[in-house]
T-cell receptor, first 114, second 111 residues
C-alpha cells in the first residue's frame, strides 16, 4: 500500500470555527509532513514529524496546530483562521533518511476560509 | 525563492514532441528530485538523482544534473496529453529532513 489518504477533500470554515485535517499512511514511514500550497505556487513546508516528534516548524502561526498521535496518523488542527489561509493542504510521508528519500503525497484538502 | 528556480514557468507543445524543463538551485545538495502534480491534486514522485550522478533515465524521462552549475533538467520524450501537469524540482536542504521545491513548470500538451 503506497497510498497517503487525507480527509476531508474539501473544507469550508468560518474564521471562528475549529476544524481538523487528517492524514494517514500505512507504508511504515516514520517521517510525516504538512505543506501549504497556494494556486500556481510550489508546496511550502509547514511541519515535519520524525518518529512521532515534531522536528521542524517553519514558523507557522499558532492557529495551525499539528499532532501526530501515532506513526500512521497526522492531524492538523485549525482555529481562528484568516481568509489568506485558504489553500490546498498536502500531507506527505517518507522514510527517515537525511540523504535519500522520496516523499509520498496525499491528494490534499482544499480549504476555504470565509 | 529559498532554493531554486525553474524555467520556463509555462510550456505548451504538441503531442509527440519532447519537453524540456530546467531547474537551478543555490546550495550544495545530496540529491535532487522531480515531482509531477496534476491540477489541484497531490504530487507524484518521478525520479531522484544523487549528487554523484550526472544522468538518469526512467521510461520516457531523462534527468541530468550538473552540480558545478547547480542545475538540472528534465526531458520528457514523445509527450502525451496525460503528461499535462505542473512539474517541480525539489532539493534536500542543508542536512535537514525537508525538501525545498522550485517554482515549477506548467506543461500543456496539445492533442
Amino acid at each position: 500500500d503506497t497510498e497517503v489518504t487525507q480527509t476531508p477533500k474539501h473544507l469550508v470554515m468560518g474564521m471562528t470555527n475549529k476544524k481538523s485535517l487528517k492524514c494517514e499512511q500505512h507504508m511504515g514511514h516514520r517521517a510525516m509532513y504538512w505543506y501549504k500550497q497556494k494556486a500556481k505556487k510550489p508546496p511550502e513546508l509547514m511541519f515535519v514529524y520524525s518518529y512521532e516528534k515534531l522536528s521542524i516548524n517553519e514558523s507557522v502561526p499558532s492557529r495551525f496546530s499539528p499532532e501526530c498521535p501515532n506513526s500512521s496518523l497526522l492531524n492538523l488542527h485549525l482555529h481562528a483562521l484568516q481568509p489568506e489561509d485558504s489553500a490546498l493542504y498536502l500531507c506527505a510521508s517518507s522514510q527517515v533518511n537525511l540523504n535519500t528519500y522520496e516523499q509520498y503525497f496525499g491528494p490534499g484538502t482544499r480549504l476555504t476560509v470565509t | 525563492s529559498q532554493q531554486g528556480e525553474e524555467d520556463p514557468q509555462a510550456l505548451s507543445i504538441q503531442e509527440g514532441e519532447n519537453a524540456t524543463m530546467n531547474c537551478s538551485y543555490k546550495t550544495s545538495i545530496n540529491n535532487l528530485q522531480w515531482y509531477r502534480q496534476n491540477s489541484g491534486r497531490g504530487l507524484v514522485h518521478l525520479i531522484l538523482i544523487r549528487s554523484n550522478e550526472r544522468e538518469k533515465h526512467s521510461g520516457r524521462l531523462r534527468v541530468t544534473l550538473d552540480t558545478s552549475k547547480k542545475s538540472s533538467s528534465l526531458l520528457i520524450t514523445a509527450s502525451r496529453a496525460a503528461d499535462t501537469a505542473s512539474y517541480f524540482c525539489a532539493t534536500d536542504w542543508q542536512g535537514a529532513q525537508k525538501l525545498v521545491f522550485g517554482q515549477g513548470t506548467r506543461l500543456t500538451i496539445n492533442p
